[in-house]
Each structure stands twice: as C-alpha cells, then as structure tokens.
C-alpha cells in the first residue's frame, strides 16, 4: 500500500462533497428565480354554479378563519397566525388592486396554490397550506378563484411577517421546499369507491385537516397526515385522527360522524376550540355529500393506537380532593358517576377528551369552558363555564386526575405544571 | 289528614252536603295538581345553558361586590346583545369572552341577551363612598349637568333622568363597582372598548380627565337604587350625541 493512497478517498469524497453544493445552490438559484406573472386581464367569471362552488371550496377550506382579522371584512386578511417559527399575517385576498388581489390572474393564482408563489415569484410560507392545496384540480382552483373575485374589494394593506432569523428568509424557504414540498395534483385510487376518492380529495386537499391533525417534524413538516399534534402555544392537542382511543372514527356509525361536522354535537362528543372554529365557519355550510364522503375516507384510515406513555397513579389525597372538588362544582351536570344528561351536558365517564393520553384538551375545557359550535342542528348549545378564575392550578390538577381515574379509566395523573402550561 | 278524609267521605250517603268533604277533595286535587305541573317543568332552560356567564357574573347575572362581572340582569336587551357581538367581534377585548362567544350565531346571543334582560333580581345596596365629598360633589355635578364648557353632557341626558337606563340599547349606571366604571371609561379613552360607529361614549370618555372619571365612578358607585329599578321608556326627545345603535352589515359596512 502506498503512502499517497489514504488521501485519494479524501480527495474524492471532498468533490463529490463540492459538486454537491454546487448543484444544491443551482437547484436553490433557480427555485429562488421565478417570473412575475403579468397583471389580470381577463374579466371576473359570473358563471353562477362555478360561483357555488367556489364558495363551497372556501368553506371546505375554512379561508376565511385565517383571512380575516377579529371584527375585520371577510377575506381582508391582518390575522396573526402564530408559529414556533414568528409570527405570520394572514394576506388580503379581496380584488382590491392596491392591498389585495385586485391585479392577479387566474395563472398567478393557480401558481399561488399549486407551488406556493407569489404573483411576483416569491417563495409563499406553508402556513398557507399550499402543501395541500397543490392537490386540487384546475376546475377548483378556477371556481376558487371566481368566488374571491366576486368579494367586494377591501382596501387594508397586507401586515409583514415577523418570523426569526434565518426563517424569515427567501433561501431559508427554498431550502424547506427542497426537502418538504412537492407539488403534484390528487391521483385518484382505483381500487377504492367513488366516494372515498372524493372524500380523500377534500381531506387532503381543501379542508387540509393534517395542517392541524399531522404530526410535524424538528422543520415543522407534516410527518404523518393523521398522527396528532399539539398546536402552537401548547393550548390545545389535535387528537390522531388514526387511534380511536383519541378521535378516530374507525368504529363510529358513519352517520354519527356525518352529525358531528354538520352539527358540531352528537350525543357523547362535542368539537371545541380549534375544531369549533372548523364546524362553526366551515363544515356546517358543506353539502351532505360531501361530509359524507369525508366520512367514508376517515373512518377508512388505517387503525394505529397510539404508544401509551407509562401509567402514574395519583396520590390517594389528591384524588380525594378531586372527588371533593367533583362532587361541588362537576356533578350537578355531569352527574355523580359521569354520566352526563342527554342533550345538554356530556357524559364524562368514558369521554376519550377525559381519556386522551394528552390531558391539554380536557383541562383547556376545565380552565376556558365555552360553548359547542351554535348550528341549525344544534341552534342554542348548552355552556360550560369557565373556572380560570375560580379554581387554583393543583385544585384543577386534582379534578382533572380524578376524571382520569375513575369509573375505570385508566389515565394518568395531572400535575399541576401541566394545568399552568396550558392556562 | 288521609283518615279524616276518608270518615268524612264514608259519612256522605244519607247525610246532608259536607263543605269539609269539598275542602279536602279540592286540597288533593290541588295538590295532586301541582306536584305534576312541578315534574312536568324542567329547570329553566335557558339558565342551564348560560351557567357559563353566570359562574363569574353571579348567579342569574348578579355581580360579586366590588368584582370586575357587572350585573347583567336587567340591563336592556339590545346593550346586551351589542355588548355580546362587540366581544365576539373584538370590539370590546376580553379574551375569556371572546373564547366563550366565538363560535355562536347572532341569533343565539340575541336569546342569552333577551334571557337576561327578562330577569327582575333585587339590587344589594351601594357600598360606602369612596373618595372625599369634593370629588363626590364633583362626579355628581358631572352626572347631572355635565360640563357645557366642555361640550361634556351630562350622564343622565342618555342614561335616563334615574340612571336606571334606556330602552332599548342604553345601559343604566348604578349597582356598578366603582373599579368596573373606571375601567371602563378608561378603554373607550384608550380604543380597547368600542361600540358601533358614531362612538358616542368614545367621545364622551375622551373629553374627560382621570380626576372626572375617579370622580364619576366613585359617586355612581355609592348612589342607592330609585324605586323602580327599571330601565326607561324609549327616549322621545333626542340624544346630545350621534351614536350608533346598529350592528354593521357583513363587510363592514353601516
């Protein structure tokens, strides 16, 4: 062996490390390049049933939550949506030509959903979920694009961003695309039904339901479309939409599933906080064959429970006081054994809500209580009421692991630092 | 009772009409009658519904004594209404109201509104004045005069000549905790409480000091309910200012 041989591997290896880079930073010049697209000319679509529908899509997709500032018109965006990364503000997307999106065309917009650019060929953060939206179909993205059209022009220039360093960034963008994003539209499965090809395509497409439901990665990726995630700020959890131990729907009746997103309330479950919001102002205004379609798909995602974390008893004294806590202030709603009353107040024995492996969700209800969703099903919903202000952080840590653990559930403890991370 | 029932029922063939026997049979019935009427009837639905407002607003909208839940009960169903769509709205910033409102329909917080504005609960009496007796003459002269030099008009010129309140949207001022009044007054100086467009109250608060606003509260706060605690017939002559009593139309427009 010669004594020049060891270096030759170095050598090799530190080009292949160079071409390397060489061909990244190609691949980023030329995601960083992209052509302005010129300004609308064509004239804005009166076809009524393309209108229908693209007001539907808005619905499905729940655009005007993140569009819209509290109290603010519809669509003129100024919401703060908050991130582990900064903060972003939702972009005006009402025809106003100055502050909206008065001088974009129908390719521009197309552009907009399906890679994620900006009329002048900048990089789109994926809090617009840009990620799903590829999925849709040039029909939904016209009949999309005729609805917005239609709105009355705001005029409200658009908030700037306020992410952190490197995040904020252009590069630092196309370098999260390169790993995370591919665009591509919804490829039907032949093997399945009609129907659960349409309700995958709103799923996972409009109503992006794994922005919330999917567990993201260190990049803030979606990881698994259904896995469960903790939203930001720590003060809710969207439960894994594969464990029916958290809100899977394997085994429901697929009407029961239906009720709950038209609704908002079935006997037993009710949505609340981030998924009120989804019923409130999306998937109540939905056809019924949609949901339904929706329906077929998730009750046909595959069963996976969810890894248990090792199970701690409370303290005998602790439940006590729970127990004492329950009998004062829970029971004369939910009853002494949990049971709840009928059209009014849910049982609490057996609530997955109580269950869930993740308390956040249960002790949200305790600290915020509120209100489910008011629908024409469900018109004037029954409202727990708040008990931030009346109850301490360990009194609160006392009922939540004494729900936890009685009438045979087999959860574990609440500690008290869990109750003030989530107040 | 039951026996006597039964001799004076066994003693009715052959003897003459016994007023006792129809007393009795009338009693059973009656009560008979009531018990079933009681069974029949729920609690009220709609106070089960809102025990989420009144944990902290006090039992059916009572305040706590000298806490930050005014007393909702008996306030006009149309402030109340707005006040609701304001939070919703975030016309009005408190984030325990906007979280419990956030998801409900017009029409909804129209029916807590008018449920609470139905309920007719007597007032606790003031607490003792705070404050010296010349800020005390000083909020009352501005309740009940204003200040013309400053274009300020007086609290009763709208609030109604009792402080009671007006049909159908403007709230009375008394049972109020000084603290509450204060805070008030101070968020529609600072923009954080707002109401339809024209602001009156905006303009109001923004023309006054916080030497007047101690001084208004701390009177207000003290004064005793008049005998009728209730709100005013609608104002025949008109307001000293502009306000807007309307909500606005989707997309903000009036």
């Known amino acids: 062996m010669s004594a020049r041989s060891p270096r030759r591997p170095l050598r090799w290896m530190a080009g292949v490390f160079i071409a390397g880079l060489a061909l990244l930073a190609a691949v980023l010049v030329l995601e960083l390049r992209a052509p302005a697209l010129p300004p609308a000319t064509e004239a804005p679509s009166t076809d009524a049933a393309l209108l229908t529908r693209g007001a539907e899509l808005a619905r499905a997709g729940n655009c005007m939550a993140c569009h819209t500032a509290r109290g603010g018109a519809p669509y003129a965006g100024g919401r703060r949506i908050a991130t582990p990364f900064g903060d972003l503000y939702a972009g005006n997307l009402t025809p106003d030509a100055e502050t909206g999106l008065g001088t974009w065309s129908a390719e521009a917009f197309r552009r907009a959903l399906h890679e994620g650019r900006s009329r002048d060929g900048r990089l789109l953060y994926p809090a617009f979920p840009y990620t799903h939206f590829t999925r849709l179909s040039d029909g939904d993205v016209d009949a999309l694009w005729a609805h917005l059209r239609s709105l009355p022009p705001v005029r409200q220039p658009n908030t700037a961003h306020a992410l952190r360093f490197p995040y904020g960034t252009q590069p630092a963008l196309a370098l999260w695309r390169m790993m995370f994003f591919g665009p591509g539209r919804f490829q039907p499965d032949a093997a399945q039904s009609a129907e659960w090809n349409r309700g995958a395509y709103l799923v996972n497409g409009a109503a992006h339901c794994a922005a919330c439901h999917g567990t993201r990665n260190a990049w803030g990726a979606t990881s698994d479309a259904f896995g469960g995630e903790r939203l930001p700020g720590g003060r809710w959890y969207a439960p894994s939409l594969h464990d029916p131990r958290q809100a899977g729907v394997q085994v429901w009746p697929a009407e029961r599933v239906l009720a709950l997103l038209r609704d908002g309330t079935v006997p037993g479950a009710s949505v609340a906080g981030p998924m009120a919001e989804v019923v409130f102002h999306g998937t109540q205004h939905l056809p019924e064959a949609d949901l339904r379609a929706m329906a077929t798909y998730l009750q046909a995602l595959p069963v996976r429970p969810s890894e248990p974390p090792a199970h701690e008893s409370a303290d005998l004294s602790v439940l006590d006081a729970g127990g004492r806590l329950y009998r004062q202030h829970c029971a004369d709603c939910h009853g002494a054994q949990g049971e709840g009353r009928m059209g009014a107040y849910p049982p609490l024995a057996g609530n997955r809500v109580v269950t869930m492996d993740d308390p956040t969700n249960a002790l949200q209800a305790i600290l915020s209580g509120g209100f489910a969703p008011a629908t024409p099903g469900h018109p004037q919903p029954y409202g727990m009421p708040p008990f931030r202000t009346l109850l301490q952080d360990a009194e609160i840590a006392a009922v939540a692991s004494y729900l936890r653990q009685s009438w045979g559930h087999r959860a574990s403890r609440v500690t008290s630092l869990e109750v003030q991370r989530v107040r | ?254």
């Open chain 2, 1 to 254: 009772m039951a026996s006597m029932v039964w001799s004076t029922a066994l003693a009715w063939p052959g003897t003459r009409f016994d007023p006792m026997l129809l007393r009795h049979l009338l009693l059973i019935l009656a009560l008979v009658l009531t018990t079933k009427a009681q069974a029949q009837t729920p609690p009220d639905p709609m106070a089960q519904r809102v025990q989420a407002c009144t944990l902290c607003h006090g039992q059916e909208g009572r305040a706590t004594p000298g806490g930050f839940f005014p007393r909702i009960a008996g306030k006009p169903a149309d402030y109340l209404y707005h006040q609701l769509l304001h939070f919703r709205d975030g016309r009005r910033s408190n984030e325990g109201m906007r979280y419990l409102l956030d998801h409900l329909s017009d029409d909804y917080l129209r029916a807590i509104a008018q449920h609470f504005a139905a309920l007719d609960l007597p007032y606790p009496p003031p607490l003792p004045p705070q404050g010296d007796a010349a800020t005390l003459a000083r909020g009352e002269a501005l309740v009940r005069r204003g200040d013309p030099a400053r274009q300020l008009p007086a609290c009763t010129a709208c609030h109604g000549a009792t402080m009671t309140g007006v049909l159908p949207a403007v709230p009375g001022l008394l049972g109020l905790p000084r603290d509450y009044l204060i805070a008030q007054l101070g968020a529609w100086q600072t923009g954080l409480r707002q109401a339809f467009a024209p602001d009156c109250m905006a303009h109001v608060a923004q023309r006054m000091s916080g030497a007047d606003i101690a001084a208004v509260a701390s009177w207000l706060a003290a004064q005793p309910l008049p005998a009728s605690t209730h709100p005013a017939p609608p104002a025949s002559a008109p307001l000293p200012l502009r306000c807007g009593f309307t909500p606005l139309l989707p997309g903000g427009v009036q």
